[in-house]
């Protein structure tokens, strides 16, 4: 039983909830790097959709978490399988985003 790590990855996924609050509930999309505020055309709509990406995120990180707490893989698929469900989760984000920006 490893609680150091599993405690680190539940910290970062209560982090990523966390902004996937600020972005849904109180539409901060200024926290998305990647988006210029005066090019959004539906602020509500591309709120509401980072912020549901990102409460994904959080959980694919509690789900790692969990996994790893109850050795369900070893660590080198467990990294394989997070990495890939982030990079999939933040594609999905940066090409879904576009659709709430002005031409």
Known sequence: M???PELLVYAVALLIAGIGWLLRSRQWI???HFVRPERVADRAGLARFSGNVFYVMAAL???SGSAMHFDLLDDTSLAAVSVAGFLVLTSWL???AQDYMKP
């Open 2 to 4: 490893r609680t150091g």
């Open 30 to 32: 200024g926290l998305l």
């Open 61 to 63: 990180f509690a789900a």
């Open 94 to 96: 940066l090409l879904g």
